[in-house]
């Protein structure tokens, strides 16, 4: 398979038990799901070539010969040779350059699973922006990388340590790469990787570096030893996350990025189903399926709200994060499965394990981890009301009949919102769509061209808003957008809305005029997108298409499931 294929190794009948040996592998890897090669073009500064890797969930196997399963650690050492003016780094937690050689030596002291070895080259420079903190990034990019982050990472560290102990791994670097890379942020240890298209949006920014910092004690220190598991890194490292935010920017911000949270995971489990299994904690995984694909909201946000759960059985959330200091103690450096986390956490409070808590009924330890659907308990998020109900008031204006815009318009100034009010505002817009055209009309007359100056997180979902409702008189804006965006993240949700509807044919004109300044893995996703229900796509002359007024093929049918594609808005969340 593009993976490689499984490398069986023999050991000799006289080898005794505990007995250390070596084994040497030749190898060389060809291009693989890991590896990610951008021309110059598909970087920022357009000036040097770019590789970088994304190993989870099992792509690191295609990468070098390895035991690629999260239940197997180890440290690891590594020569890099580059060409002049290429920095390289690596998730490690020493490392030296030999300037006439051209080569770089790394050293991860500490036992990682496969999935956590990260590699990056490119043009990229540095700045130190705390004691312990580094952000790299494209030259263009780093005055920005600069004024957002400066001396905040050390904030966040610091509060990290006061709620689950001393931060192990030394430095915590940070590279923002290019907008090819699939995801928004990985916690590769000591040099978490980031989307830089999440630069211009604060609050995003704020809360995927956050998470990825407490990944460095739920999930790089102590990891799921199956990926049929992996709530036991993102639900502990949402859940830390959380406590993280409420301690430096207070309740009532983490109820509302919370909120915003679940309303996606009430979307995504009412698109699925509630009895799709994959709405499990422990999926089962079935041979020949890709681990990623149990990426989902649930993994994070039902994984959240039990552990969430386990936390109010204490009745102070401090006693529980005394719980998990002494769990990341005790199995730091190894993998766990759920029992582990559960028996831990019984023998912790023994005053519980008497009262028979696992057994609860209707909230069994066994039922949150095996039975399908929402979560059976969800956090109490009153405290975030100030900042939730003025979005509740202004929905219900917009959708209540009779419309009364001016009332509507005058409520609220969106520019004084914070981003994730909006977008939680933009969200229940998107779910009632398509909404009345007297409503559509009046939406954008009081909030287009405000919409226009704000972050892409706001800026896309106002444009799904234009897409499911066929608004035309604001498709130049989802063109004008789709001609300047390179990444996944900004680019899928739009191309899947045009499709689901009557603009199929608006798609492919923008995706011909547009195809080469996309890396390549993206252009086939886009391309099965807009494949979908037609026959192969012709190679056009992109010279030839028109870039007026999109012409519009009002002959497809709109799906009874225009709002039932499951966007990657609402999956596309941080490892």
């Not at 689950?164 to 030394?170: A, C, D, F, Q, V």
């Not at 066994?366 to 009153?382: I, M, Q, V």
């Not at 003025?390 to 009364?404: H, Q, S």
Request: hydrophobic content about 40%; proline content about 6%.
């Amino acid at each position: 398979t593009d993976y490689g294929s499984s490398l069986t190794v023999s050991l000799p009948a006289a080898l005794q038990p505990h007995q250390p040996f070596q084994i040497i592998v030749r190898y060389t890897t060809a291009d693989g799901p890991a590896i990610w090669w951008l021309d110059p073009e598909l970087t920022y500064g357009n000036a040097k070539p770019f590789v970088f890797t994304q190993g989870h969930s099992v792509c690191n196997r295609s990468f070098f010969p390895c035991f690629d399963t999260p239940a197997v650690k180890c440290t690891y050492s590594a020569t890099v040779k580059a060409p002049a003016g290429i920095q390289v780094l690596m998730s490690a937690t020493q490392s030296t350059y030999l300037e006439e050689e051209g080569v770089y030596q790394f050293y991860m002291e500490y036992p990682v699973p496969a999935y956590l070895v990260a590699l990056v080259a490119g043009d990229l420079t540095h700045a130190d922006i705390g004691p312990r903190s580094r952000v790299w990034a494209e030259p263009c990019l780093l005055p920005t990388a600069i004024s957002k982050l400066s001396g905040m990472v050390e904030r966040w560290l610091a509060a990290a340590e006061s709620l689950y102990g001393p931060y192990i791994w030394g430095r915590y670097d940070i590279v923002f790469l290019p907008p090819s890379f699939p995801i928004v942020a990985m916690e590769n240890p000591c040099l978490t990787f980031i989307i830089s298209s999440i630069l211009e949006s604060d609050e995003f920014l704020i809360i995927d570096v956050i998470h990825e910092v407490a990944h460095s004690w739920f999930g790089n220190a102590v990891t799921n030893a199956t990926w049929e598991e992996m709530w036991l890194s993102e639900g502990l490292a949402t859940y830390a996350q959380r406590r993280i935010t409420t301690e430096t920017y207070g309740a009532a911000f983490t109820c509302l990025e919370t909120a915003f949270r679940l309303d996606a995971l009430h979307r995504q489990m009412k698109l699925l189903g509630e009895d799709n299994p994959v709405s499990k904690l422990q999926v089962k995984l079935e041979p020949g399926v890709n681990p990623s694909n149990l990426m989902n909201l649930f993994t994070y946000e039902k994984g959240y709200c039990f552990v969430y759960y386990l936390s109010q059985l204490c009745g102070d959330p401090r006693h529980f994060d005394s719980f998990l200091r002494a769990y990341i103690e005790k199995y730091k450096f190894t993998s766990v499965v759920a029992q582990d986390l559960l028996d831990s956490f019984l023998n912790f409070f023994p005053e519980l394990k008497d009262q028979c808590v696992e057994s609860k009924a209707g909230l069994e330890f066994e039922r949150w981890l095996n039975a399908t659907g929402p979560p059976l308990a969800e956090p109490d998020l009153s405290q975030g009301s100030s900042l939730t109900r003025p979005v509740e008031t202004l929905f219900k204006l917009w959708t209540t009949e009779p419309l009364d815009s001016l009332a509507a318009a005058s409520s609220v100034d969106l520019t004084k919102w914070r981003t994730f009010q909006t977008v939680l505002f933009l969200d229940r817009l998107l779910d009632g769509s398509p909404l009345p055209h007297e409503v559509i009309k009046k939406l954008s007359e009081c909030y287009s061209s405000q919409l226009d100056s704000m972050n892409a997180e706001i800026r896309i979902r106002w444009l799904q808003i234009v897409v499911r409702n066929d608004y035309y008189p604001d498709l130049y804006k989802v063109r004008r957008f789709l001609e300047n965006q390179m990444s996944r993240m900004y680019t899928i949700p739009l191309y899947e809305d045009l499709c689901t509807g009557t603009l199929k044919s608006f798609a492919l004109e923008i995706f011909y005029q547009t195809q080469n300044q996309l890396h390549p893995n993206l252009r086939k996703t886009i391309q099965q997108i807009l494949s979908q229900g037609l026959n192969p796509l012709p190679a056009i002359d992109t010279t030839a298409v028109t870039t007026e007024t999109p012409a519009m093929v009002l002959e497809d049918k709109v799906s009874e499931a225009t709002n039932g594609a499951i966007s990657l808005r609402d999956v596309n969340v941080s490892a």
